[in-house]
């Protein structure tokens, strides 16, 4: 006998207040949602493909038409100038992560922008050389980090600290975090942490951490994957060394997506500093000189290597555009509201499985919009069955299903409908 949940009513008044008096309701309308059984999927997994905004097309169209009209002229005559594309991108991307508009650059991809960071930031000595990342780091991260231990000449399996979670929990706490770097002292070069963990969804409490790995002189690297467009940052005020990011998750700029790079002002005007150089990195007066001095431009602009993808960077600004007008403070609000609620109908839910239980942290403060829920048992088997009733959730080898509510397009009612569904999945393996 399938039932529903005792609360399911309560869940639904819940929702439907919730929604009658969001503000943000008519922002759904801007994207596209995947069809199932000739209706919208609810769709739940803007944590690892944000989805697309309708005027995405019209803005790729927009730039192949500048295109055929004006061939190579359309670096200055496009509408949008391709030759400055890139600029416009500093302001909206600097008001997400809380930095300053000088600080923040769109360019390739996350994984080439942290080894482009860690050249200028990983310059490890013999006494100083070690990287503390958390456990269970995303695999790109980790390739990253060991790859340029080596290419140091020093050797991951002394440099390379990872922090586990302490036996019977998955997260870590800021006070494990910070006796770790406090341990490794003075022989630790980078702490690079990610701003919001992928898979248990943890929100780093980055300021406590930032100060633990300055009080012992390394260096701070973000990974921002997870936490860019999802939760509130203050990357120059927290005093962060550098930041990379994806813009594919909950930044809705499509797959495989232009990444971005945070350098502090501090090392704004430092060319010094060792970095992989590009032509559009260097001084723009000097770009096209043939006298082949660098001079890198001022600010994370330096840091750049090549012109910008124009058609890949279209998508973001699509993007980026529905974020200014639907303005961050407030969709963080609502993307705690979210979270909340998920975790709330999500617990009711389980509450009788003991084999069933969610990882990520029970105070809302320490996540950001992702519930990750493991199962001992049947995991599988419960995704695969909300999948086919056209729940998009993400399945996160040995026993993870991720869940995560965008605040731009997801409803309440989703997750009520996600609490339903899962209430009569989950009886058929009681
Ligand atoms: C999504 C994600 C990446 C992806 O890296 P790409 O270079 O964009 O392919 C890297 N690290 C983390 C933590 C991620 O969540």
Redesign the pocket.
Known sequence: MKTQHPNSSAWSSTASKRDAADTLKNFRDEFSFPMHDGRDVTYFCGN?LGLQPKRTQEYVIQELEDWRTFGVEGHFKARNPWYSYHRWFAEPLARIVGALPHEVVAMN??????HLAMVSFYRPTPERNKIIISGY?????RYAVESQIRVHGFDPADALIEIQPAEGTSTLTTEQICDVIKEHGSSVALVML?GV??YTGQRFEIQQITACAKSVGASMGL?L??AIGNVELELHDWGIDFAVW?S??YLNAGP?AV?GLFIHEAYADRPDLPRFAGWWGNDEALRFTLQHNFVPTYGADGWQLSNAPVMNMVALRASLEIFQQAGFALLCKKREELSIFLHDVVSDVIADYPWARIISPSDPKQRGAQVSVAFDTHGRAIFDALIARGFVVDWRAPYVIRIAPVPLYNRFADIVELGNALTTIMQEFA
């Open positions: 690892s991809s996350l994984t080439s922008n942290l780091e995303f695999p790109s991260d990610s963990h992928f990974d994957a997870h994806c594919y998750k495989g990444g």
